[in-house]
């Protein structure tokens, strides 16, 4: 009995028509990033574990593929040899495309200069649970800039996400915090030394409540009172400035807290002035769990759909002294494209005519016309307009639902009547209107 072909869980394939529609948010992100000054990078699907281990936290950690030693290694090993060995794995499947770019950086450092501003669009893998919007294999598109402490950086991630959402349509909210001032509520609530067992609590309250992440707290060792210090200041209201000076005074006792306050204001203050449109929110209770972050957090929420984030990231000032280059500043943000395309999907925003991967379809009627079809269509092509024949010459009724299941908007037909006074007739699918033109203008009639 034949094997039924399967795929693994939290993978999908991509059909024609997803296949175009995903290019499309790929195009667009690569337009708004190159138009921004970053250069294009590609980094390898594996990395060593050396690499990727201890760099997203114990969570990531667990999270990561790894990949299983082969060729030389296992060879005259036991199934159960292999499965008891302590050293079987030593490369894993990139859990991010940041921690690469990291390693890269470090790796050609003296041919870089700095600061040194990439984009990289590439899948990537965790060990997940699969469920709606969250998969074991998607893409992510990042961007990243290394070098430079200057808020500018930040203030620029801020505007390439307004304009990347405004070009496909999705309306969103920016959900910004800094690390500096979750350090500086930590050490205000007596607990500087628990900073990541609070931010990764407090990093799940939209998802499961403060009830359960007060719960969470305290099974981290957190005590009443402290938590009972914390509840305000992550509930605390109002604009973004307004939750900023309340800050400041809560935390008047943390230099690095202030900081935190100091450097958001700026953030701000360049966003002003640069007029970047877009919503933006201080969240307190905003984390990423991610250990590498240093400063600034972001955090995009689709408006009109639910979904889980659908962009993220932040400062990461020391991420490059764990593979010996220290002091080498960076900050980036990746946008999911897998959720970004269900959210277009959901809300139906993909432009019309993009679910076919050609402009025109000539009918195939016979040797002559089909010879006078396929100069036509030459040109076409040589004038970068996707067309293409049908094969065979068979019924006109069988061409025509060709095109129909492949969203083709023109038809092309050249008959022995149109052959004869050198037109093509054109139908448009959608409308079933036809009308004719001159073999020497069709080109610049499509083009145009």
């Not at 900050?331 to 809300?347: C, E, K, Q, W």
């Amino acid at each position: 009995m034949a094997q039924k072909p399967t795929l693994p869980k939290g993978t999908r394939d991509f059909s024609p028509v997803e296949m175009l529609r995903r290019n499309y948010i790929f195009d667009t992100i690569r337009r708004i990033f190159r138009s921004f000054g970053y250069a294009p990078l590609e980094t390898p699907a594996m990395e060593n574990l050396s690499t990727l281990l201890g760099k997203y936290g114990d969570e990531g950690d667990r999270l990561l593929f790894r990949i299983l030693n082969s060729g030389d290694y296992a060879a005259g090993l036991s199934d159960e040899e292999v499965r008891q060995a302590t050293k079987i794995s030593e490369k894993g499947l990139r859990y991010d495309l940041t921690v690469p770019f990291a390693r890269y950086v470090v790796q050609h450092r003296g041919e870089l200069t700095l600061p040194f501003k990439r984009y990289q669009i590439q899948p990537v893998w965790r060990a997940d649970r699969p469920q709606k919007g969250r998969y074991r294999e998607f893409y992510q598109c990042d961007v990243d800039v290394v070098g430079s402490r200057s808020l500018l950086c930040e203030a620029e991630l801020m505007d390439i996400v307004a304009r990347v959402f405004r070009a496909l349509g999705i309306r969103i909210l920016l959900k910004v915090n800094n690390r500096k001032i979750l350090y500086g509520i930590a050490e205000t609530i007596g607990h500087a030394d628990k900073m990541t067992d609070i931010t990764v609590a407090i990093d799940k309250l939209e998802k499961i409540g403060l009830d359960r992440v007060k719960e969470e707290l305290r099974e981290r060792g957190l005590g009443d009172e402290a938590i009972a210090r914390l509840q305000p200041i992550l509930e605390l209201s109002g604009s973004n400035a307004e939750k900023l000076d309340r800050l400041a005074d809560i935390l008047a006792g943390s230099e690095t807290g202030q900081r935190g306050i100091d450097e958001m204001r700026t953030l701000f203050g360049y966003a002003a002035r640069m007029g970047v449109e877009l919503d933006v929110e201080l969240d307190l209770s905003l984390a990423r769990g991610l250990n590498y972050y240093t400063g600034a957090i972001f955090e995009v929420k689709a408006l009109d759909y639910a979904i889980g984030s659908i962009c993220g990231g932040g400062r990461y000032d020391d991420l490059t002294g764990i593979f010996g280059l220290p002091d080498t500043p960076g900050v980036g943000i990746s946008f999911g494209a897998d959720r970004i395309y269900d959210v277009m999907t959901g809300l139906g925003l993909f432009p019309a005519g993009l679910d076919s991967s050609i402009e025109v379809l000539f009918v195939n009627l016979g040797t002559e016309e089909e010879s006078a079809s396929l100069r036509l269509l030459g040109q076409l092509r040589d004038a970068g307009i996707a067309a293409e024949i049908y094969p065979e010459a068979v019924r006109m009724k069988k061409q025509f639902e060709y095109a129909d299941r492949r969203a083709v908007p023109l038809v092309a037909i050249v008959g022995s009547d149109e052959l004869a006074r050198g037109v093509v007739t054109l139908r448009r699918m959608q409308t079933g209107e036809q009308y004719e033109v001159p073999f020497d203008e069709l080109t610049a009639h499509i083009a145009g």
